[in-house]
Structure formats: structure tokens, C-alpha cells
């Protein structure tokens, strides 16, 4: 563990709704409590958005669509003032890095060369992309002619988790904003920090005002009052399964809005006998433990081939005992708390959970230290497949193991949960990667790497992972309507 004196608190100088250009307080006038995780102490108090202010978000980025500049300028206009917001956010890594850092528990140093510099690509990859929106032309039949033309899909609500608070928030925004769309973003509440300091420096970079509505508050509430609202048309989510079916409801029961959901996985990282045991050992270990295994491709199965099995074992243990748990903001720290006592809890049931069923903890297994929400990195083998630990998504440092003998009960394994976001695959042989790669079902395989995220490669999931894919140029569709306009060609000469 790390020594307390490390923690610095960042200044926190944005703390209300932003509506319409303006930072405002809630209607009903409530905050809330964002928590340091290294501590449990409050940091700052929140302006707590509900039904109210919602509306007026809402109403604001619609007179924003309907009226405003944004969905008018050229896309190369859009584009521009995109990217004087990339700018801005690379003057300020620093600050913005230690914002999430104190907000979620996230290693400030990752911040800094992860986090900021890839939710600033993912913004100039959209800014690039703002003025490449091709409709098609049409050889309708008969004396017509056709073509599609893309228009922006409208008011959109977006409705983000904690664990990558920066980088969700821009993976949603930028091909929505590229599109010429508006947006009401509810940051989660665990992590609302950086998400009003984005709209800050919206606001410097030029985007007009209402384009960008941030209304942190919690999910029964604000994000219930996005999702029902009759006048967003359409919503993009990440979180958990349970709640994306009651965004899917939600917008049944009201204007049958778009929904777009990524929900989570339980992702396989399967290692084969031809692999260099240290390299998967090194990756395995990054799967699990990077952000403290609060990552929805988080590869949280190992299945190991039986010829390296033990070797693997061994060493695996040995790397998890060296990732160093403790302040997010001391630069030899591997490993930070848990985002909130809550998820704390949640991932120290998990783990008696695995002790119960029979699994074999073989490393950590508990809580690291005795103040803020540290867990020791954890290893279980002998895992079943039918373990809660094997199905379930932990959202913590929670490895588990298993032994497999062929490559046909690699795939079936890996395939056994209803989750399909991500898989890893490690091996130097071709054919065995090539047929991995493609009976696996999941949104995204890596093979021989794992992590390696690219705004080009369209992300999403299979099965109860959800459906709608963020990142590339797919995404932009889902912030997009498609017109097909016919026009009678009275005279053609053919
Ligand atoms: P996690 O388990 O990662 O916290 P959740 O699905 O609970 O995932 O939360 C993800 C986001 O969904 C957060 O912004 C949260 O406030 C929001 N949320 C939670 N419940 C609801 C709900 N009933 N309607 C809309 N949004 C919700």
C-alpha cells in the first residue's frame, strides 16, 4: 500500500449542471457527495440533476438542433471547433488526468499518457470525420433517380459509467457532435468531475451553447428522465445489463427513441502451449488488474492449455504479488482503490463467492490496507464453468483460471457466458489464432495483445454484451437518419 501523504487533491472548480452554456444550480437546489476512493472523503458537492433540469437540458440542446448553428455549419466548421477542444483538454492533461484520479481511483500517471491523449484522438478522429458524411447516389429504376442524404439523428442522451470517465464521455460525444447532433450527457454520480470541467472548456473552444448539456445526477432519476423523455431522440448507454434493459423499456414505453447499448463482458483471454509464458504472463496480468479490473473488456477468464498450465500458474502468481496496490497518485503504484464502497463491497462478495463454490484462491483474496477501497489483486484456479466467478461480471481484480486440453474446448469455453464483448488470444500459430478469432463470439479479439484500442476499430458487443457499435465510422450511423430522395427524371434518355 501506498503511504496516505500521497494524496493531492486536484482544485475542483466546476461543481453545477451545465444547461445552455451556463453553469447552473438543480431546480430543486439539491447536491450530492462525489467521494475520494482513496480516503471515502467527500471532495466536492454536486449539483443533483433531476426530471426538472433534465427537461430544461433537453429543451436546450432541441432549440440548440432546431435552431442553432451547430447541425447548419459545414462539417469542416464542426470539425474545427472540435478540435480547438482537443487543444484546450491537452493544455489541461494534467489537471483533467488528476480529476479522474481523484474522482474514480485512477493512476494519475495513466491518466496523463492513457486516458486524456485517447479521449482527445477519439475527439480529432470525429473533428477529421465531420466533414466525410457521403450519402449514395441511386440508379432508382423507371425515369428517377435517387440519392441518400445523412442528417443528424437530433437531440441524443448519453449516459456514461465511471470507470473510464474522460474517455466515455468523448467515445459518445464526438461522432454525435461530428454528425452535427446535440447532447445531454449524465456523467455517472460516482465520477462527475471531468465531465463538467469538458463542458468548461466547450464552452472556451467555441461550441454554441445547448450543443453540450452536462446534468450529473443519479441513474432512477436523471438517467430515467433521459432515457423516457419524449424529445430525445436517441440514447446512447454504457453500464450494466440490468440497467440498459430498463433504458430499452424506457424508450418503448415513451417515443421509441434509438438505443444504443454496451453493456459489460466477462471476456476470455485464451493462451495456448505455443505461447512465451512470460509475455502472456504479462498480459494476463494487465487484462485483469489494468484500472483495477473496472473494465468491461476486462479479460477476466484465463483458460491456459494444459502443456503450460503449471508454469503459468506459477509465475502468474508471482506477477500479481509484484503489482503494486496504493495511491493512484504515487508514480510506483500499479494499482488504485475501487471506485466507491459499493463496488468494494460488491467485488469482496465476489471473491467469498469463489471460496464457497469450491474455487482455489491461490493469491490476495481480500481488502489491502485499512482505509479507502484497496483490493489485493486476486487469483482463483480450478474454476468451473459454472461458478458465479466464471459467469458473472466482477468489475475488480479478480482473476479466474481454468485448464484446457484442445482448441475446440478453448471456443466452447470461452463462448459459455452470455456475454460477448472482447476475447485475447495468445499463440504464434496462424491457423489456431485465425479459427479462434473467428469462432469466438465476441465484438472484439486481440490476438497476441490485449487492450490495443484504436478509435478506427468499431467497438461493441455480441449477445447480452448489447448491440450499436462505438468507435470507426460505424458510429457516427447511430447519431445519423438516412433519407432516400427520389426525383423524377421526366426526360431521361434511358
Ligand atoms: P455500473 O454498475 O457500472 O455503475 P450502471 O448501469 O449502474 O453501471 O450505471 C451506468 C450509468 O447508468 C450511470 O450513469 C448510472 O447513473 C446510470 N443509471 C443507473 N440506473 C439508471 C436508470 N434506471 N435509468 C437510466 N440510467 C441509469
Known amino acids: 500500500m501506498g503511504s496516505n501523504e500521497m494524496v493531492v487533491v486536484p482544485e475542483i472548480k466546476h461543481t453545477k449542471l451545465f444547461i445552455n452554456g451556463e453553469f447552473v444550480d438543480a431546480a430543486s437546489g439539491k447536491t450530492f457527495e462525489t467521494r475520494d476512493p482513496r480516503t471515502g472523503d467527500v471532495l466536492a458537492h454536486i449539483a443533483e440533476a433531476d426530471k426538472a433540469d433534465v427537461d430544461l437540458a433537453v429543451n436546450a440542446a432541441r432549440e440548440a438542433f432546431e435552431h442553432g448553428k451547430w447541425p447548419r455549419m459545414s462539417g469542416y466548421e464542426r470539425g474545427r471547433a472540435m478540435h480547438k477542444l482537443a487543444d484546450l483538454m491537452e493544455q489541461h492533461t494534467e489537471e483533467l488526468a488528476a480529476l479522474d484520479g481523484a474522482d474514480a481511483g485512477k493512476l494519475l500517471l495513466l491518466g496523463k499518457i492513457i486516458d486524456i491523449p485517447a479521449a482527445v484522438q477519439m475527439l480529432r478522429y470525429y473533428a477529421g470525420a465531420a466533414d466525410k458524411i457521403h450519402g449514395d447516389s441511386l440508379r432508382v429504376s423507371g425515369k428517377y433517380q435517387g440519392y441518400t442524404l445523412k442528417e443528424p439523428i437530433g437531440v441524443v442522451g448519453i449516459i456514461i459509467p465511471w470507470n473510464f470517465p474522460s474517455l466515455m464521455f468523448f467515445l459518445k460525444i464526438s461522432p454525435a457532435l461530428a454528425a452535427g447532433c446535440t447532447v445531454v450527457v449524465k456523467p455517472a454520480e460516482q465520477t462527475p468531475l471531468s465531465a463538467l470541467y469538458y463542458a468548461h472548456l466547450a464552452k472556451l473552444a467555441g461550441i454554441p451553447d445547448g450543443v453540450i448539456n452536462v446534468v450529473p445526477g443519479f441513474g432512477p432519476t436523471a ?76 479479460g477476466s477468464r484465463v483458460y491456459v ?190
Open 223 to 298: 438517467g430515467a428522465a433521459i432515457a423516457s423523455h419524449m424529445d430525445v431522440d436517441s440514447v446512447a448507454f454504457t453500464g450494466s445489463g440490468e440497467v440498459g434493459r430498463l433504458i430499452m423499456e424506457a424508450s418503448a414505453r415513451s417515443n421509441l427513441k434509438t438505443v444504443s447499448l454496451e453493456l459489460g463482458g466477462k471476456s476470455p483471454l485464451i493462451i495456448f502451449d505455443d505461447a512465451d509464458v512470460d509475455m502472456a504472463v504479462e498480459l494476463s496480468r494487465l487484462a485483469i488488474f489494468f484500472n483495477k479490473g473496472e473494465v468491461c473488456v476486462a
Open 305 to 494: 492449455q494444459e502443456g503450460i498450465y503449471d508454469e503459468f500458474v506459477k509465475k502468474a502468481v508471482v506477477a500479481a504479488q509484484n503489482w503494486k496496490v496504493g495511491d493512484p497518485f504515487d508514480v510506483a503504484t500499479n494499482m488504485g482503490p475501487q471506485v466507491d464502497k459499493e463496488q468494494f463491497e460488491r467485488v469482496l462478495r465476489y471473491i467469498e463467492h469463489g471460496k464457497s463454490e469450491g474455487a482455489t484462491l491461490l493469491t490476495g483474496g481480500k481488502r489491502a490496507g485499512d482505509k479507502g477501497y484497496y483490493i489485493e489483486p486476486t487469483i482463483f484456479a480450478d474454476v468451473k464453468e459454472d461458478m458465479k466467478i466464471a459467469q458473472d461480471e466482477i468489475f475488480g481484480p479478480v482473476m479466474s483460471l481454468m485448464k484446457f486440453k484442445t482448441v475446440d474446448e478453448a471456443i466452447e469455453k470461452a463462448n459459455c457466458t452470455k456475454y460477448g464483448l472482447a476475447a485475447g488470444i495468445i499463440t504464434k500459430n496462424l491457423d489456431i489464432a485465425n479459427k479462434v478469432s473467428r469462432s469466438v463470439r465476441a465484438g472484439t479479439v486481440w490476438v497476441n495483445c490485449y487492450f490495443a484500442f484504436d478509435p478506427e476499430a468499431p467497438f461493441g458487443g455480441y449477445k447480452m454484451s448489447g448491440f450499436g457499435r462505438d468507435q470507426g465510422m460505424m458510429a457516427m450511423d447511430k447519431y445519423m437518419q438516412v433519407k432516400s430522395v427520389i426525383t423524377a427524371v421526366p426526360d431521361s434518355p434511358w
